[in-house]
């Protein structure tokens, strides 16, 4: 429930009323401060409440946007201002200044201009955050004449806020795919299903279930089967950009929804992935490695892209970048077509679906899997080296902030934090892109002895110690360095490495389809963690991260079960841990994001990097 206090006397002819009820607002209308303060009031503490000019004049869409946003405490446009209840303290206490003025005024000067207009001004001189929505060809006025009244009416008849409201529903920053291909029709869906009542969350899990089937049809091992998982690949990834199109047109964001959107899109992809493998399985061909793998990098350019960001969070010449790489980049796209080019090659999520879903229809999962491994690791390696350039051209000031982030990106466990006391002396003498390097040659130490040694020997187990003492020494003092965003990649593809390797060498049925889950537990954990984060919630709590050992805990677990088990023993192994470690991190993440939606958690919505 809202409340709109509609100031003023009121304007013949005016649909502002109506308007206002139209976005579920109460309206009530008062003739004066004193009057407006003491009916906000008597508003239940719970409730959103607005301040509106009745003089008023502009698009239903100007209001949408300046009134009814969730993710934001405190908002106006001019002739409004509005609070959600977090923002209501300080819409009261404005207010009540902006009435004791009143009624000094009272007896000399007469306020003239809008008191929702003063009352923003009044939250700015108090420092607090009001936003402001681009209204582009919106119209939003408070008339003080009748000319420029008629005049306010003429603009608002020449815009129409509709089109305008679909064409906002789009993300400004897409794929080439998807904005070509998909947008152009996708917003109708959007506006369809917001003209039938449906929301956000139900259209995200429609396109999960989508996507489910269409792993069912690939695991099928038929061409028609193959042919279906690629068209329903595909109407998943429309419904997926429908969801974001839908909150954007209908202001439907939540904290729940923003996490099941960027979680379920992990869990499709990876579900897609263990489709073709049981589809190629079925046909006698086994790729569980090559959707391991892919899994594997795809998992790990997710870590650069959010390592990168959250550690130069908070820097400000991460936003003014003048070093020669930003400068041959911005060079780039001052030529249209460069653009593109480059959003392709680092193939967002419509570009790599269409490709899966493309060649899953016309050739073999193991064909599908070999250009996907080769299309990643082309992007990961182009994405990566201009952050490098980045990074090493320009000198980077970490936040304590963006440290604490990528310490709880690392993930590290009990082994680690131990150790990392006794080593924080000898770290402290490190140079700075020694610290990257250290997590780098343990991880490389730790796979290469997987891969090179067999399965079952004891060499693996002495390199996942030394695993351990890097992984500790790389964070003992706080990632602070110019290169520092780079551990928690590395930690992950050590990890994940690792468990590939130990499970292709078992060579006995179900050890890579085991190690699938386990990865795939674990990086939920890890996608969970930068979910927190982005949101302002913090990292998962400590006892989760300890009780699931941290990275260099199961990897040390790992590489014993490999040495003390026989082959078939241990893809039972691998398979309750990935139970276990799934059980924890959805229990636990679930009941985190339920409580906070629930809790009335300030809603967020990514317009970030195409994932």
């Known amino acids: 429930m809202s409340t709109a206090i509609l100031t003023g006397p009121p304007v013949p002819g005016s649909s502002l009323e109506g308007d206002l009820r139209s976005l579920g607002f109460d309206v009530r209308a008062v003739s004066g401060t004193a009057e407006a303060e003491a009916l906000l009031a008597g508003v239940p503490a719970g409730e959103r409440v607005a301040v ?118 789009v993300k400004a920053r897409d794929g080439f795919f998807t904005t070509h291909f998909i947008s152009p029709y996708s917003r109708y869906i959007a506006r369809w299903c917001a003209r039938r009542g449906l929301t956000p969350n139900q259209v995200t899990t429609a396109s999960l279930l989508t996507a489910l089937v269409a792993a069912g049809c690939a695991a099928t091992g038929t061409r028609g089967g193959f042919v279906a998982a690629g068209v329903l690949l595909l109407a998943s990834f429309v419904l997926d950009c429908t969801d974001g199109q839908l909150a954007r047109y209908s202001l439907q964001y939540s904290t729940l929804g923003a996490w099941l959107d960027a979680t379920f899109d992990r869990a499709k992809e990876y579900a897609y992935y263990a489709g073709l493998a049981l589809g190629a399985a079925r046909g006698g061909d086994d790729v569980w490695a090559l959707a391991l793998g892919a899994m594997v990098l795809q998992t790990c350019r997710h870590v650069v892209d959010f390592s990168f960001n959250e550690a130069n969070t908070g820097d400000p010449g991460a ?205 939920y954990h890890h996608y969970d963690t930068v979910y927190r984060i982005r949101g302002d919630a913090g990292a998962p709590p400590h006892w989760l991260v300890r009780a699931i050992g941290g990275h260099e805990g199961r990897v040390l677990v790992v590489a014993a079960l490999a040495a003390l088990l026989t082959a078939p023993q241990f893809s039972v192994a691998l398979t309750v841990l990935a139970v276990a470690v799934a059980l924890l991190v959805l229990a636990e993440s679930i009941r985190f994001w339920v409580t906070a939606h629930r809790g009335g958690a300030p809603a967020v919505h990514d317009e970030g990097e195409p994932a």
């Open 52 to 169: 509106v000019d009745a003089r008023f004049v502009g698009h239903v869409h100007a209001l949408r946007l300046g009134l009814t946003d969730p993710r934001f405490e405190l908002a106006a446009i001019p002739g409004a201002v509005t609070a959600r209840p977090t923002g209501r303290g300080a819409l009261a206490r404005a207010l009540a200044r902006e009435s004791s003025v009143s009624a000094e005024a009272a007896g000399g000067t007469t306020l003239v201009d809008s008191l929702a207009d003063r009352i923003a001004t009044a939250l700015d001189a108090d420092g607090a955050d009001v936003h402001r929505p681009e209204l582009g060809s919106l119209v939003a006025a408070v008339p003080g004449d009748p000319q420029t009244r008629n005049e306010a009416r003429q603009a608002v008849a020449a815009v129409d806020d509709e089109a305008v409201r679909l064409k906002s529903a």
């Open 319 to 523: 936003a003014a970048n003048t070093s020669p790489t930003a400068a041959l980049s911005d060079r780039l796209d001052s030529v249209g077509w460069t653009v593109w080019v480059r959003r392709m090659i680092v193939l967002p999520i419509g570009e790599r679906w269409a490709m899966i879903a493309v060649l899953t229809a016309v050739t073999t999962p193991r064909i599908t899997f070999y250009a996907l491994l080769v299309g990643c690791a082309f992007a990961a390696t182009y994405t990566t080296a201009g952050r490098v350039l980045r990074s090493l051209t320009r000198r980077a000031r970490r936040t304590d902030r963006a440290a604490r982030a990528l310490a709880d990106l690392a993930d590290s466990g009990p082994l680690a934090e131990a150790l990392a006391g006794p080593l924080k002396a000898p770290a402290g003498r490190l140079p700075g892109a020694a610290v990257p390097a250290v997590a780098l040659l343990g991880g490389l130490a730790v796979v290469a002895t997987a891969v090179s040694t067999g399965f079952g020997g004891p060499w693996t187990i002495a390199a996942a110690c030394v695993y351990v003492l890097t992984s500790a020494l790389a964070v003992a003092r706080p990632l602070k360095g110019a290169l520092d965003w780079l551990v928690p990649p590395f930690f992950r593809a050590a990890e994940y490495g690792t468990v590939l390797a130990l499970a292709a060498d078992a060579d006995v049925n179900g050890a890579l389809p085991a190690a699938y889950g386990l990865v795939a537990a674990v990086a």
